[in-house]
C-alpha cells in the first residue's frame, strides 16, 4: 500500500507518496487551516494513488491527535477529523518524531533535534557544527541551550526555569507521587497515557 506523507512547515507543506523521488510542495501561511491543507493536498495529490496518509505536525501529538493548536499556523488543528477529511486511515506524529523516523535505518540511533529547522517559519536559525558527535559535544550544547535560557530570563526579568506550565506538573506530582509509592492499587483518575504510564512504573516497581 502507497502512503500519502505530508511535512507541515512554517514555509511551505511538502508532499511525497511512496515510490516518488521528488517530492511536491505548495506555499504555507501563518493561517493555514486543516481545510486549507486538505485544499492544498487534494490540488497536487488528486491523480495520485494512496491508501493512507501520514503527517508531521508542528506540535505535541498523543494517540494519534494534536494536543494543541500550532503556534505559527492556524487555529481547528485540535478535534478536526483528518480520517474522514483524507477518506483514508491518517497517522499523526510530531514533525521532528517523522523526521528521525525518516531518517533511520537500521540499529541504534541517537536523533538530535535543535529547534526548528532552517529557514522554518522565515525565521533566523543557529547551524551548530562539529566534527563528531560526542558526549563531550553533546553536553556543550545543553550548556549553550541553557545558558541562551537563562540570559533570555535575566534580560527580561523573569524566571526561564519556572514558566507556566511548570506550576501545573509541581501540583499533578503531588498527586501523582502517593499513587507511585502505595502499596495498594491506586484509583486513578488522571488521563489515560498518565494512568497508563504509573501502572507501568508500579509493575516494574513489583506492586500491583
Known sequence: MKVLAIDIGGTYV???VTGQKEHSEFA??????PAMLLAGV????????????????????????????????GNGWVGFDYRAAFQRPVKIINDAAMQGLGSYRRGRMLFL????????????????????????????????????????????????????????????AQRIVPEL???KAPKLKHD?????????????KGTK
Open 14 to 16: 511538502k508532499l511525497l
Open 113 to 172: 533535534g535543535l529547534g526548528t529547522g532552517l529557514g522554518s517559519a522565515n525565521r533566523p536559525s543557529n547551524v551548530i557544527l562539529a566534527d563528531r558527535l560526542t558526549p563531550e559535544v553533546l553536553c556543550q550544547l545543553v550548556a549553550l541551550y541553557e545558558h541562551s535560557v537563562f540570559t533570555q530570563g535575566a534580560i527580561w526579568n523573569v524566571d526561564s526555569f519556572d514558566q507556566w506550565g511548570v506550576e501545573p506538573g509541581k501540583i499533578l
Open 42 to 73: 487534494r490540488n497536487l495529490a488528486k491523480d495520485w494513488k494512496y491508501g493512507a496518509v501520514s503527517f508531521g505536525y508542528p506540535g505535541p501529538v498523543c494517540h494519534n491527535r494534536p494536543l494543541a493548536e500550532p503556534f505559527n499556523l
Open 28 to 33: 504555507s501561511i501563518p493561517g493555514l487551516t
Open 192 to 204: 489515560s497515557s498518565t494512568n497508563s504510564l504509573i501502572q507501568r512504573y508500579r509493575k516494574m
Open 181 to 183: 509509592e502505595s502499596e
